[in-house]
């Protein structure tokens, strides 16, 4: 399957928590990558790779993987991080690159 | 720093030929595979292919019998043809680099600011 899957909307109080999801049967042999978009702006690089982050990044910014689900994390969101998150990586085949539907933000 | 920035047409006619450049500045366009990804209004982000600077080309399978992606080192720039558009082709068309550092992991980073193109007669 190509498909990445994620949950259409989230929301967490300031200075909480958050996790965002992304589902497919390529995580298994991929890493996901994950981007930041605010409206009417390109995306932007946020977590690659296992657990890197661009210069520039704050650091309460976090990846992980387990199976087929990788994950965002934004321990202590701030009012700033409002924003659509979206995942990416290989396809299950290798030959091309998918994303996820994309998460929409809310800090409350 | 490294900055993308994609110039082209704003509106092409349904059944022609979309033609997309992106122009490198800050650093040199080898060594680096370079993409074009696209996202229509309000919907996801698709991936459309990519070309190193040697020439060789991926594209989507989806889009691979309309699509035709050429690099020129002179001019730090690499381009996109899309033939036979329709309105479904409608979206904003960035322009990214990528790069990796193992098999199972790439990314793409940096990205131009998009450049919307509206297929429309």
């Known amino acids: 399957s190509s498909e990445l899957t994620q949950d259409p909307a989230v929301s967490v109080a300031l200075g909480q928590t958050v996790r965002i999801t992304c589902q497919g049967d390529?995580?298994?042999?991929?890493?996901a990558t994950w981007y930041q978009q605010k409206p009417g702006q390109a995306p932007v690089l946020v977590i690659y790779?296992?657990?890197n982050r661009p210069s520039g990044i704050p650091d309460r910014f976090s990846g992980s993987s387990s199976g087929n689900t990788a994950s965002l994390t934004i321990t202590g969101a701030q009012a700033e991080d409002e924003a659509d998150y979206y995942c990416n990586s290989r396809d299950s085949s290798g030959s091309y690159w998918v994303f996820g539907g994309g998460t929409k933000l809310t800090v409350l | 720093q490294v900055q993308l920035q994609e110039s082209g047409p704003g509106l092409v006619k349904p059944s022609e030929t979309l033609s997309l450049t992106c122009t490198i500045s800050?650093?040199?366009?080898?060594?680096?595979?370079w993409n074009w990804i696209r996202q229509p209004a309000g919907k996801r982000l698709e991936w459309i292919g990519r070309?190193?600077?040697?020439?060789?080309?991926n594209y989507n399978p989806s889009l691979k019998s309309r699509l035709v992606m050429s690099v020129d080192t002179s001019k730090n720039q690499f381009s996109l043809k899309l033939t036979s558009v329709t309105a479904a082709d409608t979206a904003v068309y960035y322009c990214?680099?990528?790069?990796?550092?193992?098999?199972?992991?790439?990314?793409?980073?940096?990205w131009g600011q998009g450049t919307l193109v509206t297929v429309s007669s």
């Open positions: 390529s995580l298994r042999s991929y890493y």
């Open positions: 070309i190193y600077t040697s020439g060789s080309t």
């Open positions: 800050g650093d040199s366009i080898s060594s680096y595979y």
């Open positions: 790779g296992k657990n």
């Open positions: 990214a680099r990528g790069d990796s550092s193992a098999w199972y992991e790439d990314w793409f980073d940096p």
